[in-house]
């Protein structure tokens, strides 16, 4: 489940990700009624099995909800909920309707898993290397790495001074004036959170570099998909 929106009185609008038919939405009538059964079943980061009937409209209809997977930590420690909202806005924004991926599923659960026992970090939990790790990884999936061992634009080994999303990686100095400065913290901290798993982003992610691989992410998502996070730094 990725977002809940009040529809009327009783009813509200879901927006869900699944692996067979990508990001949906629906309708669950009569959801918000005190004796409701789907009422507990239907909040940000739950994972569950919905049956949906088809409408003539483009939402489906919200017949059952059976729960999978709770995620009942996100919402025990005000840290891990607002770094899963970023997770969550992440896939709402940068994810076509109707665009199914299994790894893109596989990815949001269990990073919505690991966050659920997340020690707090100092810092916004939008800057959370499990955070970070997840969009990064989701840029992987959707074919958007960028080039990160030499320049993007003449191939040169170095040094690397610059970024370009435009180009597609990082600049050397003879090409660095068509991107902007790089932090190799930066640059690093991207470059790990890609080639390690998930459970160890905290691990190879070191706070100096974090803001800096935010914005190259950002960067990233504004050229390619037209989408500007709004939990993240503007770009």
């Given at each position: 489940?990725?977002?809940?929106?009040?529809?009327?009185?009783?009813?509200v609008?879901?927006?869900?990700?699944?692996?067979?038919l990508g990001?949906?939405?629906?309708i669950?009538?009569?959801?918000?009624?005190?004796?409701?059964?789907?009422?507990?079943?239907?909040?940000?980061?739950?994972?569950?099995?919905?049956?949906?009937?088809?409408g003539?409209g483009?939402?489906?209809?919200?017949?059952?909800?059976?729960?999978?997977?709770?995620?009942?930590?996100?919402?025990?420690?005000?840290?891990?909920?607002?770094?899963?909202?970023?997770?969550?806005?992440?896939?709402?924004?940068?994810?076509?309707?109707?665009?199914?991926?299994?790894?893109?599923?596989?990815?949001?659960?269990?990073?919505?898993?690991?966050?659920?026992?997340?020690?707090?970090?100092?810092?916004p939990?939008?800057?959370?290397?499990?955070v970070?790790?997840?969009?990064?990884?989701?840029?992987?999936?959707?074919?958007?790495?960028?080039?990160?061992?030499?320049?993007?634009?003449?191939?040169?080994?170095?040094?690397?001074?610059?970024?370009?999303a435009?180009?597609?990686?990082?600049?050397?100095?003879?090409?660095?004036?068509?991107?902007?400065?790089?932090?190799?913290?930066?640059?690093?901290?991207?470059?790990?959170?890609?080639?390690?798993?998930?459970?160890?982003?905290?691990?190879v992610?070191?706070?100096?570099?974090?803001?800096?691989?935010?914005?190259?992410?950002?960067?990233?998502?504004?050229?390619?998909?037209g989408?500007?996070?709004?939990?993240?730094?503007?770009?």
């Amino acid at each position: 489940m990725l977002r809940t929106i009040r529809f009327s009185e009783a009813d509200v609008v879901l927006s869900m990700y699944s692996p067979t038919l990508g990001r949906i939405s629906a309708i669950a009538k009569g959801a918000r009624r005190s004796r409701s059964k789907l009422g507990g079943r239907l909040q940000p980061g739950v994972w569950a099995h919905f049956g949906l009937a088809r409408g003539r409209g483009d939402l489906s209809t919200v017949r059952s909800a059976s729960v999978i997977q709770a995620h009942a930590g996100l919402w025990l420690e005000g840290y891990r909920l607002r770094a899963a909202s970023s997770v969550l806005e992440t896939v709402l924004r940068a994810i076509p309707e109707s665009d199914a991926s299994p790894e893109t599923f596989h990815l949001l659960a269990r990073t919505l898993g690991l966050l659920c026992t997340a020690t707090p970090l100092e810092g916004p939990p939008r800057l959370d290397p499990i955070v970070l790790g997840f969009q990064a990884k989701l840029l992987v999936v959707g074919g958007l790495l960028p080039r990160l061992g030499s320049c993007a634009v003449c191939s040169s080994p170095g040094p690397l001074v610059a970024f370009s999303a435009h180009a597609g990686g990082v600049l050397c100095m003879d090409c660095a004036r068509s991107g902007e400065p790089l932090d190799p913290a930066a640059r690093d901290g991207f470059a790990q959170l890609v080639g390690h798993p998930l459970a160890a982003a905290r691990e190879v992610c070191p706070s100096a570099g974090r803001l800096g691989v935010e914005r190259m992410i950002g960067l990233l998502l504004h050229e390619h998909l037209g989408v500007t996070l709004r939990s993240a730094t503007p770009v």
